[in-house]
């Protein structure tokens, strides 16, 4: 239990709120969807690739954008010389299975790609030499990931951690993490907008960041000049979901005021952009409130198990609506009001 619970606490620890990684990024990068090829076509330039730089090796992770793990896997690749350096002579390529929904779980057979993160390592002929799943590289340290990498490009058995079964050793390294992700999010505001337009035909693009490790509900107002009340009278409620990505999902409630739910995921952002705001600001500020809880007819409103941490909407008003509801009873509690400057 106590090894399951201090995992759990490093994926939170380990989730920047804001991760890119470059094309050029030899260390790890995303295989995109190119024209009409197909991924194994894209993965089969790869492999040969990787043939013709002998001895390099490849290594594809399935993963996704809501997968806590992946993220952290991710974080070590693109922070750590260590890491960097025992895949010098090899290539990480990461497959996300909702861009290749289908393709990715039938890629090889016998790997099961919706367990994530699924690491596998294979050869020029597609001969699976090594799998592992990415929560046994050892997360809590980077030494042991560099290990456990350097090991699935000589397809190679991972082994484990150096500090596994030394709980002070274990909380020494957890605490660090969780000291370094506090650094990283120093100075990054909760809320940011961007704005466009004129007062009559506004909009712009809205971020909001979750600072804490948690999700978090946030409300945001769906016009500047009808801000947030504590007990808003809501006529009907819609559940949303940007058409964007397959796990968008948003709450749209419409009444006096009419706003938006939003859900956050933990360390985790969301960037609106095309959202519309009408109206004026009375002070020239835009208002979000984060919250404790969300109830709808005294029921606690429930985050998708597969919330993204980083959703990136470049159409806000382009959606389908999933379910509806009239005059629902709301309840919540706000933890804390976030303001951002509207120009």
């Not at 082994?159 to 990283?184: D, P, W």
């Amino acid at each position: 239990m106590h090894r399951i619970f201090t995992v759990a606490l490093l994926w939170m620890a380990l989730a920047a709120p804001a991760l890119t990684f470059a094309a050029s990024n030899d260390a790890g990068r995303y295989v995109h969807k190119q024209g009409t090829k197909t991924l194994k076509e894209l993965l089969q330039a790869e492999l040969e690739s990787a043939k013709k730089a002998s001895p390099a090796g490849l290594i594809l992770m399935f993963t996704s954008d809501w997968c806590s793990p992946c993220k952290a896997i991710k974080e070590f690749v693109h922070s750590s010389a260590v890491v960097r350096k025992s895949l010098a002579k090899g290539q990480l390529l990461f497959i996300d299975v909702d861009e290749w929904r289908g393709p990715a779980q039938t890629l090889i057979a016998g790997v099961d790609a919706s367990k994530l993160p699924t690491l596998v390592r294979v050869d020029a002929a597609w001969k699976v030499l090594q799998t592992c799943y990415g929560s046994e590289l050892g997360l809590l340290h980077e030494d042991a990931v560099a290990h456990n990498f350097g090991r699935l490009l000589q397809g190679l058995p991972i082994e484990k951690a150096f500090y596994e079964g030394k709980s002070e050793l274990e909380r020494e390294f957890m605490v660090k993490q969780g000291e370094a992700q506090t650094a990283k999010n120093k100075g990054m505001p909760t809320l940011e907008w961007q704005g466009k337009g004129t007062p009559d035909n506004r909009a712009g693009k809205l971020v909001i960041r979750n600072h804490d490790g948690p999700r978090r509900w946030f409300l945001v107002p769906a016009r500047l000049d009808a801000a947030l009340e504590e007990r808003p009278s809501v006529r009907t409620l819609w559940k949303v979901r940007w058409t964007e990505h397959v796990r968008a999902d948003f709450i749209r409630l419409v009444g006096k005021p009419e706003f938006y739910a939003i859900p956050v995921a933990g360390y985790g952002f969301v960037e609106l952009d095309g959202m519309a705001l009408p109206g004026k600001s009375k002070d020239g500020k835009l208002a979000v409130w984060e919250l404790d809880y969300l109830k709808l007819d005294g029921v606690e409103q429930q985050f998708q198990m597969k919330l993204p941490y980083e959703l990136k909407i470049a159409r806000f008003d382009q959606t389908s609506v999933l379910g509806q509801g009239e005059q629902p009873k709301l309840e919540f509690r706000v933890r804390a009001k976030h303001v951002a400057t509207v120009k």
